[in-house]
């Protein structure tokens, strides 16, 4: 079992910055691959970016490319994902997520290829 605890959230107006991390604990060595999904009010759960815990490779989602950045801290088990040039539209919940597989370019894309999460911290932009 791995547990993911979000924190960082918060209320930023429009070309701002904020940084999200997750703690992951319990049986890390079962990480392959961590992401954070968000979802807005109405809308279903998007991939924003994803990392692989052993080579660190990213990916990253075509609405955040370039604006956001997520990194990994093996030895204490976070991962952060820093968020800037904020717009309105990246206004939702953001969750973070684990699987046991590595991801790659296809691989790790999808809601369902999670098993674990986090119970997500909310971001507000505003205009």
Known sequence: ??????????????????RLSCIASGYTYNVGCMAWFRQAP????????RINWRDGGTYYGDSVQGRFTISQDTTTNVVHLQ??????????????????LFCTVVAGARELDFGYWGQGTQVTVSS
């Open 42 to 49: 109405g809308k279903g759960r998007e991939q924003v970016a």
């Open 1 to 18: 079992q791995v547990t993911l605890v979000e924190s960082g959230g918060g209320s930023v107006q429009a070309g701002g910055s904020l």
């Open 83 to 100: 968020m800037d040039i904020l717009k309105p539209e990246d206004t939702a919940m953001y969750y973070c997520a684990a699987r046991a």
